[in-house]
């Protein structure tokens, strides 16, 4: 019975590796086509010089710091999710957590790019990392900018540890379930793993310390990044509420990417028997308890300066309440607090497709978000003579859409060559070895589900 | 390498037959238990569980500590430039980055020595079963001594249902 | 520096000498219509009344070099810094271009390059060959025409002497047709600029931001 479901999970979750159908060709041939299009508009932007972008005097940072930021914040999906999730052993995370860890790589690493894409002279960009050089010169370390190289470093190091090493007992099984070249490739990824007592106490202990040890590294993560706003003499930027305002922020726009990523999964994988409608739900409920703490944050920041009576940043509150940018800012209030408010709080809305509308929205409303505190500070600061109106130009549009294509790519790819749920893990969730009556057995989830 | 083994399907045979094991004569760190996945309700499998890992990772946390300090103190006093009436060693945003390299390197002092102690990579031969990619529970001796052979086929067969297997040179 | 708004006229010769001495390229109309016209020193011209009572303001804003600069610390790699003589330096070959620093600035002084600056004949005869040309892709702004202060410096020292207040001025201040640009040594109490900074007339721009700028803005106290 149990070695009955032990196959089944392993064929279930297999499958997408050894099946290929042409819609995943099509796939990867549209996202590809987009993301090559993002590069060669990069490469373009750097041949003919900044000034393709829409950036202008006093908004030197727009779309691509509004990326970063956001796919910084994607990236706390993951990897928060599944620590603390491992550390409270919340049960139902097992099918979860590697969607969410990937999550976190690759949008770690699309961010991590948006920092060298809006550089004047992306070539030097490694002047941010402290290498010894015969300038005898280092980088500044009280720059907010070499904090986030240190921060990102850190966290996309530990996320792709965090994410790989549970992999490795996947890896063995895919190599003992393979043939050919399949199999020597898995059987190198696997490091020889062998399934000794030793080795699954060790990676148990290790995964243990990397959850602990991956939380406040996330959380300082998106503080830094939030650091890079309110370090700076900037109105309405230069706020205390930001570090923790921001990682709230982050984890927020991480559960609705985790949510929208999930339903992809599930539905182009079929991966139905495992991902049920209670995960979706309770990442719902969190969805809806992170939108209701992002609109405390919000509403803390915004009726301190309407009470502030400091003219610069009252200035820069009315014109995205009342001013030019009301249109976008009433659209992410909407997105963010509404319609998460009114789908996730009623049960018969918390379905698998209201979840995902929720999370939709609040993608949409949380890059607005990013996107409302970073121009409108820019263009109304201290001297109105300065002040300045931002619009984007269609560089900057087609890299941030290529993004997008290029996170939708990198995943499709990784669900090809990685089972996107943790087979081992889900295996001790579905049986653990406890004393389990064929009564149990056969109420099994798994059982009842396909006969 | 030689190694006799059996598998099982079910975990309270496993239990039995590596007690088996040890009342024949051989030691903990010589029974070697395989599995697809942690099995953690067993006196079995409790035996390797000390680790120096917790340490290790502290130990990396603290070289990370050090590095960093000396990192940003030593440039900062190298070549001293004042920036916006700050110290030149600016303790404010240097704990930022004694706090991130002290997490990199605990994260990255407990990946490397689970890979140690983990003994991975492994190259060579090593014991192993595609069956146990099915489920079922590998007991085995690596190396077993000639004359212990019999006691370990008899102990592994004791432990109920199980099929019994060899790998390499047989006595 | 100190700046008498009472004495500017808005005649705006300063921009043009600052232009011309430091190689700042012109961007043509369609890029300064899009803001991105780079005057290291600007005229910043307000109206105050109604008609007919209209009153012209006139306020020359250059980079300020502040003590306290916002734009120094958030620098990656120390392309914007303070000098020992108390200028904010900015270093193009260090510069990486993440404009941090523009931001930054409350004074909105700092210009970026965003294409390669272009001379169109004959104005590249004009060039300056004491002042380094820029690339695309860097940050620049006022240094108080510290090529000038560096060459008055060389000559004092060869000539073996101090320097004397009013030996050094930066091309907008000698252009100033009203001399309301003055510029100097603050840390000689008996400069002209010292003794004009103290005045009772003398505001700081944006003086409660802590930023300490260098540049004294005098201004006659008038009603309303």
């Known amino acids: 019975m149990q070695e009955e479901i032990t196959r089944r999970i392993s064929d279930d979750l297999l499958r997408p590796l050894v099946e290929t159908s042409w819609r995943f060709w099509l796939l990867v041939a549209v996202l590809g086509s987009v993301v090559a299009t993002g590069l060669a508009t990069w490469f373009y932007q750097i041949y003919n010089g900044f000034g393709i972008t829409g950036i202008r005097n006093p908004i030197y940072w727009a779309f691509y ?113 393979s043939t050919g070249w399949r199999r020597r490739v898995y059987a190198a990824l696997s490091l020889g793993w062998q399934g000794t007592t030793k080795q699954w106490h060790r990676l148990e202990s290790a995964m243990q310390i990397m959850a602990i040890a991956i939380i406040p590294v996330a959380v300082s993560v998106h503080t830094i990044v939030s650091f890079d706003f ?18 709230a922020g982050a984890i927020f726009s991480g559960i609705a990417a985790l949510i929208v990523a999930m339903a992809a999964v599930r539905r182009f994988l079929h991966l139905e028997a495992y991902l049920h409608p209670v995960h979706f739900e309770n990442l719902g409920k969190l969805l809806l308890m992170m939108s209701l703490l992002w609109a405390y944050f919000v509403f803390a920041e915004r009726i301190t300066v309407w009470y502030g009576n400091e003219s610069a940043e009252r200035e820069v509150l009315l014109v995205t309440q009342r001013g030019s940018f009301a249109p976008l800012y009433w659209t992410m209030i909407v997105c963010n607090l509404v319609i998460p408010f009114v789908v996730l709080s009623l049960r018969k809305l918390r379905t698998i497709a209201g979840c995902v509308t929720a999370s939709f929205t609040v993608l949409i409303g949380m890059w607005l978000e990013r996107f409302l505190i970073v121009v409108p500070s820019l263009g109304h600061k201290y001297l109105p003579y300065s002040w300045g109106t931002y619009r984007p130009r269609p560089v900057e549009i087609i ?46 989830r798994l059982w009842k589900a396909n006969p | ?89 600016a303790w404010w945003p ?27 990579p492994k190259r060579g031969p090593k014991l192993y079963d595609p069956e146990v990619a099915d489920g079922k529970i590998l007991v085995g001796i690596e190396n077993p001594p000639s004359t212990s052979v019999q006691s370990i086929e008899r102990a592994l067969l004791s432990g109920g249902v199980a099929r019994l297997k060899k790998i390499g040179a047989r006595p | 520096m100190a700046v008498d708004l009472d004495r500017c006229t808005g005649c705006g010769a300063c921009v043009t000498a600052c232009h011309a001495e430091n190689n700042i390229p012109t961007v043509g109309a369609d890029q300064a219509a899009r803001g991105r ?73 700092r210009f970026f390059d965003f294409f390669h600056p272009q001379w169109p004949k004959p104005l590249h005869l004009q060039l300056n060959p004491d002042v380094s040309l820029r690339e695309v892709g860097v940050m620049e702004k006022c240094t108080f025409c510290v090529q000038r202060i560096s060459a008055a410096e060389i000559q004092a020292k060869a000539d073996n002497r101090e320097l004397q207040d009013g030996e050094i001025k930066p091309a907008c201040a000698q252009a100033c047709p009203s001399k309301a640009l003055v510029f100097g040594d603050l840390n000689d109490p008996d400069s002209d600029v010292s003794r004009l900074s103290r005045s009772g007339r003398g505001t700081k721009l944006l003086g409660d931001l802590g930023t300490l700028p260098k540049v004294t803005y005098l201004e006659r106290e008038t009603q309303g």
Request: charged fraction near 15%; include cysteine.
């Open chain 1, 65 to 177: 710091i509004t990326n970063f930021v956001f796919w910084i914040g994607i990236s706390h999906a993951g990897t928060l999710i599944s620590a603390i999730l491992r550390l409270v052993n919340a049960g139902w995370r097992r099918p979860v957590t590697r969607c969410a860890e990937v999550i976190t790589v690759f949008a770690l690493m699309i961010g991590a790019l948006f920092p060298i894409i809006h550089l004047g002279r992306p070539w030097l960009f490694f002047w941010l990392m402290p290498y010894p050089s015969e300038r005898q010169i280092w980088p500044n370390f009280r720059s907010p900018l070499v904090w986030d190289f240190f921060a990102i470093t850190t966290y996309l190091t530990g996320s792709v540890l965090f994410l790989a090493l549970p992999m490795i007992p996947d890896f063995a099984l895919v190599r003992d379930k």
């Open chain 1, 230 to 247: 309110s370090m700076a003499p900037v109105p309405m930027w230069h706020s205390t509420i930001f570090g923790p305002y921001f990682v």
């Open chain 1, 399 to 444: 890299i941030t859409i290529s993004t997008f294509a290029a996170m939708m790519l990198l995943y499709t790819l990784f669900s090809k060559l990685v089972p996107i749920i943790s087979i081992w893990e889900l295996k001790v969730g579905e049986h653990p070895f406890a004393q389990e009556t064929a009564a149990e057995a056969g109420n099994h």
């Open chain 2, 1 to 89: 390498m030689t190694a006799i083994y059996a598998l099982y399907s079910d975990p309270d045979h496993v239990q039995r037959a590596v007690d088996n094991l040890r009342a024949a004569g051989l030691h903990d760190r010589d029974i070697v238990v395989i599995s697809s996945e942690p099995i953690e309700e067993y006196e079995f499998s409790a035996r390797d569980k000390a680790t120096w890992l917790f340490y290790a990772a502290g130990f990396g946390g603290v070289v990370g500590l050090v590095f960093a300090t000396w990192l940003t103190t030593m440039t900062q006093k190298a070549w001293p430039i004042v920036t916006g009436n700050m110290a030149i060693v």
């Open chain 2, 94 to 120: 240097n704990m930022i980055i004694m706090f991130e390299l002290t997490m990199l390197g605990a994260i990255l002092a407990t990946v490397i020595t689970m890979l140690v102690a983990a003994n991975l």
């Open chain 3, 37 to 109: 016209a780079m005057h290291w020193i600007r005229v910043e011209r307000y109206f105050e009344g109604e008609f007919p009572d209209v009153r012209v303001k006139f306020r020359p804003v250059m980079c300020q070099h502040c003590d306290a600069a916002p734009c120094e610390p958030v620098c990656p790699t120390y392309a914007s810094h303070h000098t020992s003589e108390g200028l904010n330096a900015q270093v193009y070959n260090r510069c990486i271009g993440t404009r941090y620093c523009a931001n930054a600035c409350p004074y909105n002084v």
